[in-house]
């Protein structure tokens, strides 16, 4: 049985990083197309930050230069390290994999990945 278990949300201020971490069981995130994506209240689901299956990486606009994405082979984690943050980043936060050979552009823009996480929220306030 496959699962991703996204933990390390919570509630910060403005300017304030946390690091969300994804622990994946049943799949090995070497051999995957992997990302990160969120959903604010009353929005759709969107690609934050994705890796595809070749190691390249891509990052919304709107997260670059503040967010890093990363694969921990030894642990078979997915981590987004994310700061800077303003409130506009408030949202459910998902881990998704997919087998499939993705460009990292598509991984983060293909939203029926094969396995998702339940997602972990983060709040950001003044």
């Not at 969120?38 to 503040?66: F, H, L, M, T, W």
């Not at 990363?70 to 994310?82: G, M, R, V, Y």
């Amino acid at each position: 049985e496959v699962r991703l278990v996204e933990s390390g949300g919570g509630s910060v201020q403005v300017g304030g990083s946390l690091r969300l971490s994804c622990e994946v069981s049943g799949l090995l995130v070497e051999d995957y197309a992997v990302g990160w994506f969120r959903q604010a209240p009353g929005k759709e689901r969107e690609g934050v930050s994705c890796i595809d299956r070749d190691g390249s990486v891509y990052y919304r606009n709107s997260v670059k230069y503040r967010f890093t994405i990363s694969k921990d082979i030894a642990k078979n984690t997915i981590d987004l390290q994310i700061s800077s943050l303003n409130p506009e980043d408030t949202a459910v936060y998902y881990c998704a994999a997919d087998p499939t050979e993705y460009s990292d552009y598509e991984v983060c823009n293909e939203m029926h990945l094969e396995y998702w996480g339940r997602g972990t929220p983060v709040t950001v306030s003044w």
